[in-house]
């Protein structure tokens, strides 16, 4: 296995796990660079053809994302979040957010209505 460049975007985190993947080159340069089990955080991903490459915050060459497995949701013990579609203005919502950690309140993320520029903070999904 390794990362889902598909669906990996700035500022998710991916851990360095195949240290022997990718070409030699850029094996050296990875474990010059990074640490085995370690967890970086991702500036950019720019799929090629035929390779993809990493470019990952505080380092200005990419790395190859064989090199790189994601960090599951459930892995960071993150609440599952139900956002409603529609705001009370009768818009929808199409910014979705969700908060690194919940805040004082218990709320775990928010909704942003660009049309009445109204800010609606979630909680958790309750269980039936
Ligand atoms: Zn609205």
Redesign the pocket.
Known sequence: MSMDIHKTIHGDYVKFTHPTAGHEHQQKYAAQHLIVGNEYQIDKVVVHSWHTEVFLKDHKEPFNSVSFDNIPMFEKELPEITYPAQ?????L?LEKYRLSEPNKNGEVGFCW??????KLMIKPAQNP
Request: proline share 0%.
């Open positions: 705001c009370s203005c009768g818009h919502f209505c660009g049309f009445c520029q109204t």
